[in-house]
DNA sequence: TCTGGGGTCCTAGGACCC
DNA sequence: TCTGGGGTCCTAGGACCC
């Protein structure tokens, strides 16, 4: 699928998550070219190392970080910021500025491409109040419509829910959290502590499906080794999707955990195990969870 | 439009215990 | 013989994000 695309291709309705032939039918005489994760990763490290020279950095991806920072100008030191970034990789950035993490997130996608935009608790409703709910950071499709059938369309509406009745509809802790999210309030500690992964995993969707189970346990017995490491293994889940794509997973504990890949082995095949169905598999992944 | 890979967090139901 | 109420833990699935 696609990765991303240029404006220009955007344009086009070519974007994120499109399969390729979809993209190639909408824009034949596109340049397509392939993921080059070695440089991303190097280029990405320089830039956030010119960020943490701006205040408290965390990072949320190759291409995104929260910078902690308190000023007397935002808007002059975020145009400071770009002009670093640009003279130390030739690369542009959008940064938007929030009185929490929540705000500066969604400014950011109002500065794009390459702007400066700035949300605070005071232009919080006029910027965002008629949106629809889909535009918060957090509410995808699915939560929209769901809310939608409830009569709640746009992020007003949604800051004026009541939480006990959307919890009642979301989980106790979702529903509270959907109209935190409307009247844009949220975290707005930014933290630079290493970050601790919960857990790790590998998958691989087969260009031609398997429908021989013998090689579907070899493919999920190598998977499982290929995420032996240092830290201990808790527990291990294996997932399968079948050839019409249903997704489905079992795991299995290591009492006690172990950093062993022939226990890690071990543990995704009694997983596999608890699948039963022996359709055409398109899909194979494990999971390691951490202790 | 026939749908990648790597993650996180929350929810609901069942098992089990007191 | 069948039963309440509360709590915790485990598991699978769902939703979302980059």
Redesign the pocket.
């Known amino acids: ?1 696609v ?1 991303t695309a240029s404006y220009e291709a955007r344009a086009y309705g070519v974007g ?4 390729l ?2 993209a190639a039918r909408r824009l034949p005489n596109a340049v397509f070219l392939p993921v080059d994760a070695d440089t991303y990763l190097e280029v990405s490290a320089r830039v956030m190392e010119v960020l943490r020279g701006f205040g408290v950095l965390e990072v ?5 970080a929260f910078l902690g920072v308190d000023s007397a100008d935002p808007l002059a030191l975020a145009r400071e910021i770009q002009s670093a970034v640009r003279s130390a990789t030739s690369l542009d950035c959008t940064v938007g500025i929030g009185q929490n993490k929540l705000q500066a ?1 969604l400014a950011t996608g109002f500065g794009k491409p390459a702007g400066v935009f700035r949300l605070t608790h005071d232009t919080w409703f006029e910027v965002l109040g008629d949106l629809p709910t ?1 535009a ?9 419509k ?1 809310l939608a059938a409830l009569g709640i369309s746009t992020v007003n509406q949604l800051a004026a829910a009541d939480p006990q009745h959307l ?1 009642g509809q ?6 509270p ?1 959907l109209i935190q999210l409307a009247r844009g309030e949220g975290n707005s500690v930014v933290t630079d502590v290493p970050y601790v ?9 087969y260009q031609v499906d398997l429908t021989d189970w013998g090689r579907v346990r070899e493919e999920v017995a190598a998977l499982a080794r290929e995420l032996a490491g240092e830290r201990p293994v808790a ?1 291990v ?1 294996v997932k399968v999707r079948y050839a ?2 249903f ?7 290591l009492k006690p955990s172990s950093t062993d890949a022939g226990a890690i082995e071990a543990a995704a095949l009694t ?1 596999l195990d ?1 699948f039963t169905d022996r359709k055409p598999v ?2 194979l ?1 494990v ?1 390691v ?1 951490y202790a």
């Open positions: 699928v990765s994120s998550g499109m399969p032939r979809t949320m991806g190759w291409d995104e997130k889909s918060l950071w957090g509410i995808g499709a699915k939560t929209a769901k919890a979301f989980g106790p802790a979702t529903g959290w992964a919960r857990s790790r995993s590998r998958e691989t969707t527990r889940v019409p794509f997704t489905h997973t079992h795991g299995h504990g997983a608890l398109r899909l992944g999971r969870e």
